[in-house]
């Protein structure tokens, strides 16, 4: 009975798989090594200079204001509460922003591919200019030559007495809890529900006869009469809180403040161009087959564009589009320029210079964006796979 022949593993550097294991991990224990000279030259640099490290500053007393507030706040709180507040402050205009450049940057990418020459031509111009034009630029634009330039309180423009815009910011009637905030809101949810139960079976139903059945009447009068039922049986949702005039200026009422409102602006208008023409190479990148496909079916400009195209379209939009959401919450760190308080306003300008916690406050900024920006790359993926075409 022969026996088989042992089969001997090449364990020299000239084998090219251990010289690429040998790499790595000389590779790894230099960074290993690294990261803990730096990390012990830390600890010896702060205790030779007697400066405390650690969480524990996140207990104690703040003693400032803060112009800006989402949840409640006394100059009383604690920096967890600074933090909270700049948190809030980061997340509402990165959100803001997202929205509002998402909508400007679809209407102005469909104006950049409109036969229209004149909208063709306004809507190179816009991309052009505000693309180019740094965004701290335009902050400054918009804070010091527009919005500063604004009448004071007592020369307000008004709107019916309700909502004013001056120097000190935009004054709107801001709602307030009642007893039938609740009902109100289960109204909604449930008219949400049902409008989109309806939608999901006119579509099956569609797919299986052909014929179009519209949701939206239904889906309006159901979003109208749940509400409606709830009022009547449950009580008004809010009472409005409005702005008045008291001495210089507005009280009551919510106030978008004049550096949240160039905030909002400046990177609205900035990333909105980049987003454009990520729609108009979206749109472009679809066969020229598809749109002849749908024309020889009788199939309307509107409906081709948002039945056939953008759908197809949506799967080069996503990847680029998720990198300007990115570049949104990053860019809103440079509201320090203007004084809005956000994360790096307040938690890495104002408590670092009270506390001299650098270490600590510069990494909870650090990983506050880092969070952010996982969370919106994994949404946007998330839905980058539900809408991806898949091959039966």
């Known amino acids: 009975m022969s026996q088989r022949p042992s089969v001997k593993r090449d364990i020299s550097f000239g084998n090219p798989a ?26 010896i640099n ?19 204001g803060i112009i800006q507030h989402l949840i409640d706040y006394t100059e009383g709180d604690t920096y967890a509460r600074v933090f909270l507040v700049g948190l809030t402050n980061t997340l509402l205009v990165s959100a803001l922003c997202i929205v509002f450049a998402s909508l400007l940057g679809f209407f ?9 020459w004149l909208l063709r031509k306004l809507s190179t111009i816009y991309i052009e200019t505000f693309r180019n034009i740094p ?51 289960i109204a909604l949810a449930l008219a949400a529900a049902g409008s989109y139960a309806l939608f999901r079976y006119h579509r099956r139903y569609q797919l299986k006869t052909g014929q179009l059945r519209r949701t939206w009447p239904a ?33 009551g009422g919510f106030v978008m403040i004049p550096e949240l409102a160039a905030l909002t602006l400046a990177l609205s208008v900035y990333t909105s161009s980049f987003i454009a023409e990520v729609i108009r190479a979206g749109i472009q990148s679809v066969p020229h087959g598809q749109h002849e496909a749908a024309r020889s079916l009788g199939l309307p400009n ?77 949404l946007m993926n998330i839905y980058n796979r539900k809408i991806a075409l898949v091959e039966r």
């Not at 300008?349 to 919106?376: D, F, H, K, P, R």
């Open 302 to 378: 509107p409906v081709t564009l948002r039945q056939v195209i953008i759908p197809q379209a949506m799967r080069v939009i996503i990847p680029p589009l998720t990198s300007q959401y990115l570049n949104i919450v990053k860019n809103s760190s440079l509201a320090a320029a203007i004084g809005y308080p956000d994360m790096v306003s307040l938690f890495a300008g104002t408590v670092l210079n009270q506390t001299g916690q650098a270490i600590e406050t510069i990494a909870i900024t650090m990983g506050v964006y880092l969070v952010i920006s996982l969370v919106i790359s994994l």
């Open 135 to 185: 965004p701290l630029l335009q902050i400054f634009f918009w804070y010091f030559a527009v919005l500063r330039n604004l009448p004071g309180p007592r020369q307000a423009l008004s709107a019916f007495d309700l909502a004013f815009i001056s120097n000190r910011g935009l004054y709107v009637p801001c709602p307030q809890y009642a007893p039938g905030s609740w009902p109100f809101i």
């Open 46 to 64: 702060l205790a030779s200079r007697g400066i405390t490290s650690g969480f524990g500053f996140l207990e104690r007393s703040a003693g400032f």
């Open 108 to 116: 102005i990418g469909l104006a950049r591919l409109s036969d229209n």
């Open 219 to 251: 889906a309006i009068a159901m979003l109208v009469l749940f509400p409606a039922v709830a009022h009547l049986g449950f009580g008004a949702a809010t009472h409005w809180d409005l702005p008045t005039l008291h001495g210089f200026n507005f009280r």
């Open 18 to 43: 251990v010289r690429a294991w040998l790499y790595q991990i000389i590779a790894v224990v230099a960074v290993v090594a690294v990261v803990g000279y730096l990390i012990h030259n830390t600890i």
